[in-house]
């Protein structure tokens, strides 16, 4: 894909929206950083730094100026940066996209991430009409696994050493929605 996208904001229940990334928060950037497990499963820098910070915000602005995808902030009633939900287009010739998701440590316990992908599901399927979205899920991840079926996918089976995770390749449940779900 060769197109600029436009991120737009979203609105979620639960009181939580979305948005596109902004230079202020790199403080969000900070608090994923120091997380056990997000650093890896996603590009958020590890060790943090603002100078790394900046640039995995400057990441997600390029993912959407090049046709990636969409890089949504997860925002809290207050406006406060939460998390994170990505939909990712690079399958979407064959008729799919996937989503990647993390609610920092502070925030986690209130549902913004289950709310926030329904939000993002809900509209690339009616509004941006792709036919199927997937996301993986490790299997001992209990709290993704809830997440992802509380924002409506179906959990279709496990991918045996699907992902690199650190330094090892893990097994991941692969859950979808389609637009008929909806």
Known sequence: MERSLHVPELTADGGFGLRPWRLSDIHLVREASEDDYIPLTTTVPSPWSEAAAVAFVERQW????????????????????????????????????????????SARGRGAAAFAVRAVAGWALRDLGIPRLELYVE???????????????????????????????????????????L
């Open 62 to 105: 390029g993912r959407a100026s090049t046709g990636a995808g969409y890089p949504f902030v997860i925002v809290d009633a207050d406006g406060r940066p939460v998390g994170n939900v990505g939909l990712w287009l690079k399958d979407l010739a064959q008729g799919r996209a996937s989503l990647g998701y993390w609610v920092v440590g």
């Open 139 to 181: 299997p001992w991840n209990t709290a993704s696994v809830r997440t992802a079926e509380r924002a409506g996918f179906q959990r279709e089976g496990l991918l045996r050493g699907w992902q690199a995770v650190g330094t090892e390749r893990r097994d991941m449940f692969m859950y979808a929605l389609l637009s008929g779900d």
